[in-house]
Each structure stands twice: as C-alpha cells, then as structure tokens.
C-alpha cells in the first residue's frame, strides 16, 4: 500500500520526474523544465487538484483532475485529466487508489462526477476504469476542436 496526499509545492521535484515520464508515455518530447513550470502553475494558481503517491518517500504516481461545471445539473465536475504510475509500482493496486480518492474529491466538493477519457487503444486504461465504477458514455457524442500549432 501506498499513502496518498494532496500534493503541494514541496513535491514540484519529484511530481516532475513522474510528468514527464507520464508525457513520455503519451509520445510527447521530455521537457522536464517546462513541465515543472506547469506544475507549478497549477500549483500556485490553485487550477488542479494533484495527489500523489508515496512509498518510502518516493513519489510512485499521480492524479490531476480539473474542476469544470455542468450548467444542466448546475454543479461542480472533475476531470481526471491525468493518472500515471511509475512502471516499477504498476500492479500493485495504486492507480485504483489514485481514482478512490479522485472519487472521495467528488464527494467532499459536492461535484456530481468525475469524468474522463482515454485512447480506445488503452487497453489497461479499459480494463482499469470499468473496474473502478466508471461506465462507458455509449449515449453521447464527444467532439474536440484543436488549434493548430
């Protein structure tokens, strides 16, 4: 078992290590630098919610959810943007506990979801959440503009 806790701006060192590794495993170019200074800002900026997970004192994993709002339920949601766990610490049950407690966030913020999306071609991903309570919008269309570089 890990320990789970918010992290906070003494974490940014470690944290960082796990961004990039976590961007790294999504085909983005290492930018330790940079994604530091993300972090940071969104640290400092009080924008995410990030927990992290602990053993031995070493950062093992992530969490980072962002606070958006439905207007039809007229409340607060999370978006579990980004999950990652160190290779060596995968299967050991963390990244379920990292979601309980992105779970326990909905709760205490009185949000009425977490919502999140992943590749279809994750297959650990599609094992993962289903198993953890999430249910698969079959219902809705979701759509993505992006501007071009």
Same mark, same amino acid.
């Given at each position: @078992?890990?320990?789970?806790?918010?992290?906070?701006?003494? #974490?940014?060192?470690?944290?960082?290590?796990?961004?990039?590794?976590?961007? +790294?495993?999504?085909?983005?170019?290492?930018?330790? +630098?940079?994604? &530091?200074?993300?972090? &940071?800002?969104?640290?400092?900026?009080?924008?995410?919610?990030?927990?992290?997970?602990?053993?031995?004192?070493?950062?093992?994993?992530?969490?980072?959810?962002?606070?958006?709002?439905?207007?039809?339920? @007229?409340?607060? @949601? $999370?978006?579990?943007? #980004?999950?990652?766990?160190?290779?060596?610490?995968?299967?050991?049950?963390?990244?379920?506990?990292?979601?309980?407690?992105?779970?326990?966030?909905?709760?205490?913020?009185?949000?009425?979801?977490?919502?999140?999306? +992943?590749? &279809? @071609?994750?297959?650990?991903?599609?094992?993962?959440?289903?198993?953890?309570?999430?249910?698969? #919008?079959?219902?809705?269309?979701?759509?993505? $503009? +992006? &501007?071009?570089?």
């Amino acid at each position: @078992m890990s320990t789970i806790r918010k992290a906070t701006i003494q #974490d940014l060192d470690q944290l960082s290590e796990l961004f990039d590794l976590y961007r +790294t495993f999504y085909n983005k170019a290492s930018d330790l +630098t940079a994604g &530091k200074e993300f972090l &940071k800002e969104r640290i400092i900026n009080s924008e995410s919610e990030i927990f992290i997970s602990i053993i031995e004192s070493k950062a093992v994993g992530f969490v980072q959810l962002y606070p958006y709002f439905s207007s039809t339920r @007229m409340k607060k @949601m $999370w978006l579990l943007n #980004d999950l990652f766990v160190h290779s060596e610490f995968r299967g050991k049950g963390i990244s379920k506990e990292l979601i309980e407690v992105s779970k326990k966030l909905c709760i205490e913020t009185n949000a009425c979801a977490v919502n999140l999306e +992943t590749s &279809k @071609m994750n297959d650990i991903g599609n094992s993962l959440y289903p198993s953890t309570g999430f249910v698969l #919008d079959l219902e809705n269309n979701y759509y993505s $503009w +992006t &501007k071009e570089n």
